[in-house]
Each structure stands twice: as C-alpha cells, then as structure tokens.
C-alpha cells in the first residue's frame, strides 16, 4: 500500500513538472508563430512552459537581456532546441537548431552544446521547402543558406553549416 502510495506521488510530480522530451502529438510550432514579437508570458504559453530548460540575464552596453532556452520544441514539424533572447520582455531574436536528437534525460544549461544536434544536408533542403511552402520564396537562396528581408532587414536567416541547420529569426 506504501509502495503504491509513494509510485503515485511520483508519477504525480513527474507529470505536473513536465517531460524532458515532448508529449507525443504535440504540437508543432509554426515559423509565422516566431515571427510576431511576443511578451516572455505569451513565449511561455507558445513554446509551453515544460520545454523550459534554463535562463539567464546578460547585460551589454549597460542593456539587460534574458535569454532563455527551450528544448525539445517541435517546430515545423521537427524536433530543435530554441534559444530566445528577450529585451525588455519582448523577444528580439530566436534561433533554432534542429533536428533534436535526443539525450540523457537531464536539461541543457547556458552555455550548451549544440553536439545533441545533427542534421544532414537533406534535413535541411526538407525545412527550407517547409519554410518556403508558408512564406514564399526567400529573398535569397543559396545551395546551403536562405533569407527573408523584411525591407532592409533580414527577419529569417537559415544555414546549413557543420553538421547543423540553424535558423535566425528577427521577430516584428
């Protein structure tokens, strides 16, 4: 009875504190959805506050900002790893890295390495048609990069570099 009490706690805590890796069928994660500016409480409720993994405030030029990690996130359909950076409460810039290949069930913490990230070539041509199939034809497109300019400013960028795709993006 004891045993089956403490199993029950367990399994209680376990469920309200969240999963290290993303509930099956959960939802994917839109690029239009990171491409408006969102508060840190609207990021929270987007990205869902299991994925969550770590935080920390670094200031430059006298300015504060937050950066907070995410992982795993299913963003278009793929597992990443998100990291935002937050100025005055308001995301200025994402990057993700995908695919998410999985790990021990511990949590990154700042700084990080991207080694729980692989992608090939191909992975990478999939997210680009992906991207493209929702926002159109990028402004520039490379055999190994992609950008959207938003008039003069770049508000996605998207590489294929060292093993790793990366996509930047510029909320407005």
Avoid: C, W
Avoid at 41 to 57: P, R
Avoid at 86 to 115: C, E, H, Q, W
Avoid at 157 to 163: P, Q, R, S, Y
């Amino acid at each position: 009875m004891v045993v089956k009490i403490a199993s029950s706690i367990i399994a209680l805590l376990i469920l309200s504190a969240g999963s290290v890796f993303p509930a099956t069928g959960s939802k994917s994660i839109a690029i239009k959805t990171l491409l408006k500016t969102m508060s840190r409480a609207e990021l929270l409720k987007t990205l869902g506050t299991h994925a969550l993994s770590d935080s920390t405030i670094e200031t430059k030029n006298g300015q504060a900002f937050h950066r907070l990690l995410f992982e795993p996130v299913t963003f278009e359909g793929v597992p990443s790893i998100l990291e935002v950076i937050l100025a005055n409460d308001s995301t200025s810039m994402i990057t993700v890295y995908l695919p998410y290949i999985g790990r021990p069930s511990t949590r990154l913490k700042f700084p990080y390495a991207t080694s729980f990230v692989h992608s090939t070539f191909d992975d990478y041509n999939q997210m680009e048609r992906k991207i493209e199939n929702e926002l159109g034809i990028p402004t520039v497109l490379t055999s190994a990069n992609f950008e959207y300019l938003n008039g003069a400013m770049q508000s996605i960028f998207g590489v294929f570099e060292n093993g790793e795709t990366r996509i930047t993006i510029t909320p407005s």
